[in-house]
Structure formats: C-alpha cells, structure tokens
C-alpha cells in the first residue's frame, strides 16, 4: 500500500494539511499558520505530541492548519521560555502534531498559550482505550489493509460490520481467548487483495484456523516484531506461507467469508499474544488501530477508526 517511493515523498512534499476522515477535528475549528525557523530537515509532522513520532517531515512556509493547542507536550531542542522549558505543542486539523515554537502562531504567554489559538481540552477528541486494551503503538507502522483495487476499482472500504465490543469483538486481555475487541470488519468483495496492516513482518501463521478458532475461517497471523501481531480472517486464498517475510506491499490473501460469514475483511491487532501447537491465537491484549496511514482520499491518516467510517487504501 505505502510504497517506499510515495513514503520519501510525503517526507520532501510541502503540504496544506487537509481534514481525515476519523479525527474529529475540521477546518472550520482550526486557522493556518506556517512553518518558520526549522532547520534543513524541516519541522516534524508527529503522530503524538512529543518526539519519536515523526510521519514525515514538511519546509519552512508550509501552511499548516492549526486546530489547537496543548502546553503539556515534550521538549524539542531544549528550547525554554519564560524559564520553562517550552511544552507547547500544535494539534492539526487532521489529528497530527506539531512543535509550535517552529510555527507562526502568536507569541506564547506565560500560560503556555497562543492567544487567540483553542486549547485542545484532555482527550483531543480520541476516546480512552478500554480497560485491558492497549494502543497499536504510533511509532510502528500501521496501514489500511486493502488496495486501490477493493470494491471494483473504488479504492475504500466502509467499516459496516461488527464494531468494537460488538459480536465476535470481545475481549481485552483474556488468558484463555483470542482477544478481538478492537477487531474491525471491513465491506470488501470475495477475491479483493489484502495487505497486512501492521505492514513488514513474518507470517506466524497462514491457513485454516483450528476447530477452536473455526470462526476465523482462513487466516494469516503477522508477527511485526516487539510482541505486536496482526491477524486477517475469513480469507478466501492465502497466499503466503508461515514462516515467510512480507513487506507492507505484500498481499497477505483475499477477502472471502470463510468460517460462516459473508465476504468481508475482519482485522485485529494485538500485543503479547500466543499462537497454539495447531495454530489458534490466544491470550495477549487486543490493541486499538492509531494513526493509520492510507494514500487514498487525498492521502493522511486515520487516528483512529469510528463506527460506520469509510476507510481508504
């Protein structure tokens, strides 16, 4: 899906930053600002509002659509103000991030605020993850799993089935079960290509699930390094092998309706999970989709994925 040849692009591209679908921002909320004072790199477009984040990289003048602001982030380059160090962070209007001393907006006060800018409030507009769950880290990879060929040619998928807590998507942090809450299921057609959305990795298991785990019909289990899996069930081909490396680009299998359902794409990730001698995931905790990336739609990501979104390539 992200090729490396359109990923260095997004990290040399000056961009006006657009609203995502997911954010629950929009530009009516936000005024344009513009990049000033960064060094040759440019200043960080982040996925979290302190370092390590970083999706890519944008020019001194690149206007920037500025939502909010909070003045609890991370320090960037030791930089302090009023003899504090300077926390202040700018949220976009698609749900990224920005250290602001590089922006035009208003001179900070002494509260940590650009007057004139909102304060972005606690949550920033993200709910809090269930008791038990954990968040797809920000700093690994995570994209959408389908192609620009899903639903004849039309690029997206809208999220219709089960949502989270809802039919098979239970468990958090159960021992003993494949922890699906914060599973997804997309509309796609029978034969649609599927991509792992945890990207590169090593197949830890492909082909039908065990008895236990029939539900799932065909599936692929990723192992993306660090205690982090992604699985894609009710697949219709596999078509990768355990054991196999993939890239983001590989196509895992297509989307059927094995195990009893109609053709659609179930995914879930998960962290700390265990895989048994015939090959069914247990244990573990199901991890929430953050900041996931697509090129489709006017290209971004989502911050996370709501009931009834549509979901781009």
Not at 158 to 178: I, L, P, R, V
Not at 262 to 270: E, G, K, V
Request: charged share 15%.
């Amino acid at each position: 899906m992200l090729s490396s040849t359109i990923r260095r692009a997004w990290s040399v591209v000056s961009l006006t930053i657009l609203v995502s679908v997911g954010t629950g921002l929009s530009t009516a909320d936000a005024a344009t600002y513009r990049v000033t004072g960064a060094d040759s790199r440019g200043l960080a477009i982040q996925s979290e509002p302190r370092v390590g984040h970083v999706i890519r990289y944008v020019p001194n003048g690149t206007a920037l659509n500025v939502a909010c602001q909070i003045n609890d982030g991370g320090q960037v380059d030791g930089k302090v103000h009023k003899g504090r160090p300077f926390t202040t962070w700018d949220r976009l209007s698609d749900g990224t991030w920005v250290y602001d001393w590089y922006m035009s907006t208003p001179t900070v006060g002494a509260d940590g605020y650009s007057p004139g800018v909102k304060r972005c409030g606690a949550t920033s507009g993200v709910p809090p993850v269930a008791a038990g769950c954990v968040d797809w880290p920000a700093s690994k990879f995570l994209q959408t799993p389908l192609t620009r060929a899903a639903n004849s040619g039309a690029g997206y998928a809208w999220q219709n089935g089960s949502y989270y807590d809802e039919g098979f998507h239970k468990g958090c942090g159960s021992a003993t079960t494949m922890n699906q809450h914060y599973a997804l299921d997309l509309g796609m057609k029978l034969g649609d290509p599927v991509l792992a959305p945890g990207g590169a990795g090593t197949v830890e298991y492909a082909g039908w699930a065990p008895s236990d785990w029939r539900t799932c019909g065909k599936y692929v289990v990723i192992d993306h390094g660090g205690g982090w899996w992604s699985v894609v069930c009710h697949l219709d081909q596999v078509k990768v092998r355990t054991g196999q490396t993939i890239t983001d680009n590989t196509i895992v299998g297509t989307v059927g309706g094995t195990g009893g359902f109609a053709p659609h794409l179930h995914f879930s990730l998960m962290r700390n999970a265990k895989i048994t001698p015939s090959g069914g995931v247990y244990g573990g905790q199901s991890a929430r989709p953050r900041h996931m990336r697509h090129l489709g739609c006017t290209a971004g990501h989502y911050d996370h994925i709501t009931k009834g979104q549509k979901v781009c390539h």
